[in-house]
């Protein structure tokens, strides 16, 4: 009788585990998708300057382009570096999560994994 207590402790216990991992993936969700929606409306800004700067480009002739840097070309340029940066980040982050759920793999191993 106690060991039927037992297992049914011990499923419950994996079952709270399982249900923890995937409460903290919504919680890891949740704070990707609010910067999304913050970094979008910057974004927004920045292309409706580009296609400002692009229509007052045409002319009778044709397209003329200022030899200055346009504010939104550095806004965009900024923004996507930052994108690097964040996505190498995550991707290191991600390979350190990696080794260590695969801590015997060799150095030739982990070059075949790319």
Known sequence: MIFQ???SINQNQTLIEELNEKIQKLYDIENTTASLFSESITLYDTVNEGIVAIQKGWNGTG???SLDTPE?????Q???NDRTKKLEKEMEEYVKKLKKKVPNITLKEWSELY
């Open 63 to 65: 397209f003329s382009v």
């Open 72 to 76: 939104w070309k550095k806004t965009v």
């Open 78 to 80: 900024l923004r996507w």
């Open 5 to 7: 207590y037992q297992i």
